[in-house]
């Protein structure tokens, strides 16, 4: 059939027919209904194919805009992420960028930077390096999937403060994979994600925490420091933030930092694990032995190596001594 005959038969300009014919012009559904008319085949398929087409244009349209973004993915750790599974292995060209779009839940690299560039979201690592945007961004998405998958309850802050005052005797318990599981449970009942997060290339944390909406919110803990005095008191620190600290505040809690905010977050962390009036008393005696440290800390129900870090912190113990008494970790 020439495209005159059909023009004639769908009384249409000819004009019209040759766009068509040419993908110059759409297939609406009013032509749709008359090509059922004149060719007997349905205007459901016409519609389909139609929208397939358009399917196939805007596919091929975004696969040349993320090629582009590909020297922009290879910014971040791609092997970690791929070791973690989060992003498939194998990949490259415009597969690599939607798998990774994907992994953040956005459509586009502009998205993301309107999405993770300004996150509010504090925390602390070291003052003696750069952490890597990207890998920041990984770490910290990595714990908000994982945070996703748990049943966590509406905040209540005086449901977390008990989840704390219940948390602090598992800072003795061994090993510390099931202590973190029973916290990470105690936590969740009261509106507070835990996860642990290992680091990533470039991220040098140590822990983060922020709010994922109104209702609930994340600390993250990465292991960085390999004992688990450091971890529990990074925890107890962030939980400060989270019940006095503004939620529509962005912090950038690095390690050292001045600020009467993260003076204040240490002050609590140090007081939740290591009580300071049964501290002073224990400090004016000023024995500390491995047995003395022992007693003590079984006596506020903390972990032998909380009690060494403040000390040390504190100046009452060189740091290096009595550090076998802190938890490492693998």
Do not use: C
């Amino acid at each position: 059939m020439t495209q005159s005959e059909l023009a004639r038969r769908m009384d249409r300009p000819l004009k019209t027919i040759n766009e068509i014919i040419n993908a110059k012009a759409a297939i609406t559904p009013e032509t749709a209904l008359q090509l059922e008319l004149a060719l007997g085949i349905s205007a459901d398929f016409w519609n389909a194919l139609e929208t397939q087409h358009r399917a196939a244009i805007a596919r091929q349209n975004e696969a040349m805009e993320l090629v582009a973004d590909e020297e922009w993915a290879r910014q971040f750790p791609m092997r970690d992420l791929v070791l973690r599974d989060a992003i498939p292995a194998g990949l490259s060209g415009a597969d690599l960028v939607k798998a990774l779009l994907r992994f953040f839940g956005v459509s586009s690299r502009g998205a993301w930077g309107r999405q993770w560039e300004q996150t509010a979201v504090r925390f602390r690592r070291s003052r003696a390096y750069e952490s890597s945007p990207t890998a920041v961004a990984a770490w910290l998405r990595l714990g908000e999937i994982e945070a996703a998958e748990m049943d966590i309850a509406t905040y209540d802050a005086r449901r977390f403060q008990e989840a704390l005052e219940r948390s602090r005797p598992l800072t003795r318990r061994r090993p510390f994979a099931l202590a973190i599981q029973m916290a990470t449970r105690e936590f969740a009942s009261s509106g507070v994600g835990l996860v642990v997060t290992r680091e990533l290339p470039g991220t040098r944390l140590s822990a983060a925490a922020r709010w994922l909406g109104p209702r609930t919110a994340l600390i993250q803990v990465s292991l960085r420091y390999k004992t688990a005095d450091q971890v529990w008191f990074s925890i107890f620190h962030d939980a400060a933030h989270l019940l006095l600290h503004p939620r529509d505040t962005d912090y950038l809690d690095e390690e050292g930092t001045e600020g009467p905010r993260e003076q204040e977050a240490d002050s609590f962390a140090r007081s939740w694990l290591v009580p300071d009036r049964e501290y002073d008393a224990f400090v004016a005696e000023g024995h500390f032995t491995e047995s003395t440290v022992r007693e003590f800390a079984e006596l506020i129900g903390t972990a032998p190596g909380i009690v060494v870090g403040r000390l040390q912190h504190d100046g009452h113990v060189q740091h290096s001594k009595l550090n076998f008494l802190k938890e490492a970790l693998t």
